[in-house]
């Protein structure tokens, strides 16, 4: 009779623990509070004139990160569109300096795709694309869009082409956005009510 999987999943998850401990331990007291799961999640809200754009983000530091200065995050997320259209998304990003256990006050870039369920079948699309940077004041991750909202959506909350997304001027328009904690429900939260436009 073959032997259940269950001790070494449990001692895999025990291993990547003991080694976030060793490399990043950052990752378990960012923002101010303790937490046992070597995992940050968070929402924020963007407000564009035309509707508020709902993100969530799930992070943890990335293998890459144990190579070089700085610290390497990976995850996934989704934002909620004014329409309460919901994309998954693949979230990748990190801070750069000699970070050991204090993230407050460091630069933070961070970049969201889509990427959805059994993405692998799909077609490659990745829109829509967001990117944010900021830094860690506190407890939030204080943030922009790098215009990258506005370059995804219509006002009307649909995404935008390939080519309409691609360019990036001076009226470009940039909006600010705090990332707040949250707990490990908010990954199966459902959208906002639609509004109407």
Same mark, same amino acid.
């Given at each position: 009779?073959?032997?259940?999987?269950?001790?070494?999943?449990?001692?895999?998850?025990?291993?990547?623990?003991?080694?976030?401990?060793?490399?990043?331990?950052?990752?378990?007291?960012?923002?101010?509070?303790?937490?046992?799961?070597?995992? #940050? %999640? *968070?929402?924020?809200? /963007?407000?564009?004139?035309? $509707? =508020?754009?709902?993100?969530?983000?799930?992070?943890?530091?990335?293998?890459?990160?144990?190579?070089?200065?700085?610290?390497?995050?990976?995850?996934?997320?989704?934002?909620?569109?004014?329409?309460?259209?919901?994309?998954?998304?693949?979230?990748?990003?990190?801070?750069?300096?000699?970070?050991?256990?204090?993230?407050?006050?460091?630069?933070?870039?961070?970049?969201?795709?889509?990427?959805?369920?059994?993405?692998?079948?799909?077609?490659?699309?990745?829109?829509?694309?967001?990117?944010?940077?900021?830094? #860690? %004041? *506190?407890?939030?991750? /204080?943030?922009?869009?790098? $215009? =990258?909202?506005?370059?995804?959506?219509?006002?009307?909350?649909?995404?935008?082409?390939?080519?309409?997304?691609?360019?990036?001027?001076?009226?470009?328009?940039?909006?600010?956005?705090?990332?707040?904690?949250?707990?490990?429900?908010?990954?199966?939260?459902?959208?906002?009510?639609?509004?109407?436009?």
């Amino acid at each position: 009779m073959p032997s259940s999987p269950v001790p070494y999943l449990l001692l895999s998850v025990l291993f990547i623990m003991l080694l976030d401990l060793a490399f990043t331990p950052w990752i378990y007291t960012v923002g101010g509070r303790v937490r046992l799961v070597p995992v #940050w %999640v *968070g929402t924020g809200v /963007v407000r564009a004139p035309w $509707g =508020s754009f709902t993100i969530f983000l799930s992070f943890s530091p990335s293998p890459g990160g144990l190579h070089s200065p700085g610290a390497g995050v990976e995850g996934g997320g989704w934002v909620c569109t004014p329409q309460g259209q919901k994309y998954s998304l693949r979230v990748t990003g990190g801070a750069s300096g000699h970070i050991w256990n204090d993230m407050d006050g460091h630069t933070m870039s961070i970049s969201a795709y889509y990427r959805p369920f059994a993405w692998q079948y799909h077609r490659e699309d990745r829109r829509p694309a967001l990117s944010f940077s900021g830094q #860690w %004041v *506190g407890p939030n991750l /204080v943030m922009n869009d790098n $215009g =990258s909202v506005a370059r995804a959506f219509h006002p009307d909350g649909t995404l935008k082409s390939y080519r309409e997304s691609l360019p990036f001027g001076r009226d470009t328009l940039i909006l600010p956005v705090v990332f707040t904690e949250g707990n490990y429900q908010l990954a199966f939260a459902g959208c906002p009510p639609a509004k109407g436009f």
